[in-house]
């Protein structure tokens, strides 16, 4: 058994615990694998009717990937072609497919801080997956504050987020709550932190088969609790500004807007970088052409273009290695990614038939 990853089965249902508290549950290369270890072996277990996900701290499901482990084996070796970060990355993705198309049902307890890397382990697929919010829920998608993009899925749950909210989401990288989360689509029911522990008895308690009608009555009685989505109440201004295919037009629109939500929205992307914003729009106008598989077979090549490029590892840099969070990005301006500059990072790496996640 894993350190950082406890599992249990009971009546029916198999209980995943992440426990890398000091970490929020960053996922390390080891807990990819345990985790999917475990649920292949589930998915054609008998014992096994539904699994639940879920944290041993309140304050966090998971905070995303080991970005210190990003920029080690970034750094140690030239063109971010680390064997390390390779395998990370093609076996998230991998994971990620497995979580989205489990066919068992699979519940997520997004407690707490719940992004990046963290909301691939959560956004199980349509029809099988419950995804849970409480007033602790810090939902993100940050990638391009690092100088990455959203990626573990997220060129296809974005991508299908209502209106423009998903480029919102992407290109600003700003955190969101429960009542948000329940608005864009990317939670299904709300309850409080407080009944965290007469939840986990529910599951305890109910054969695995009848747990996501149980789940689902037992968090009826909250949903009036959730309170109001500023996203639902800023779309039309977010639909508005977030309009254009160009990052350069968004962020024009957004200047000649006062209001302070848009004005956050600007003052965010500011701070992100140029290059990997663009990429990002560019990812989210081709993910919405494509199923899951080739959403995650557009993002590993993206993965590799990044390391490749460098401005990931100076993104970390920034935030987690100097902390100045002064990122030299590159270019270090908007008006000098020129559209070959992001046409490159979606030449293909491999060949189709030697992708790593061409079996997906």
Request: one cysteine or more.
């Amino acid at each position: 058994m894993s350190e950082t990853v406890l599992t249990r089965v009971a009546n029916g249902t198999g209980v995943i615990t992440l426990d890398r508290p000091k970490a929020l549950n960053s996922l390390s290369l080891e807990m990819v694998r345990k985790l999917t270890e475990v649920l292949l072996a589930w998915r054609t277990d008998p014992a096994v009717d539904a699994v639940v996900i879920t944290s041993t701290s309140e304050k966090a499901l998971c905070a995303g990937g080991d970005i210190r482990f990003f920029y080690e084996a970034g750094r140690a070796t030239p063109l971010g072609g680390s064997a390390l970060l390779e395998d990370f990355f093609t076996e998230e993705y991998a994971l990620n497919h497995l979580v989205h198309y489990y066919p068992k049902p699979y519940i997520a307890l997004m407690d707490g801080v719940v992004m990046g890397g963290g909301m691939g382990i959560a956004q199980g697929g349509p029809g099988c997956g419950l995804r849970i919010v409480t007033e602790r829920t810090k939902m993100a998608m940050p990638e391009v504050n690092i100088g990455l993009f959203p990626d573990v899925g997220g060129s296809h749950f974005l991508s299908r987020a209502p209106g423009r909210l998903g480029y919102y989401l992407g290109l600003t990288g700003l955190t969101i709550g429960a009542a948000d989360a329940l608005y864009v689509g990317l939670a299904d029911l709300y309850v409080p932190g407080g009944e965290n522990a007469a939840l986990m008895e529910l599951v305890a308690t109910t054969p695995g088969r009848q747990l996501p009608d149980a789940i689902r009555e037992f968090a009826a009685r909250f949903a009036a609790d959730v309170g109001v989505s500023q996203l639902q109440a800023q779309r039309a201004l977010i639909d508005r500004h977030f309009a254009s295919h160009s990052v350069t037009a968004i962020m024009e629109s957004l200047a000649q807007d006062d209001d302070p939500f848009a004005q956050k929205a600007l003052a965010a992307m500011r701070q992100r970088s140029p290059l990997l914003m663009c990429v990002t729009c560019e990812m989210l106008e081709r993910g919405a052409k494509l199923d899951v598989a080739d959403c995650l077979r557009m993002e590993r090549s993206l993965v590799r273009r990044t390391f490749e490029h460098g401005e990931v590892l100076e993104g970390v840099r920034a935030l987690v290695i100097d902390k100045d969070n002064a990122p030299k990005w590159n270019p270090p301006e908007l008006s000098q990614v020129t559209p070959e500059m992001v046409a490159h990072f979606f030449e293909p790496v491999w060949p189709d038939h030697a992708h790593p996640l061409r079996d997906l």
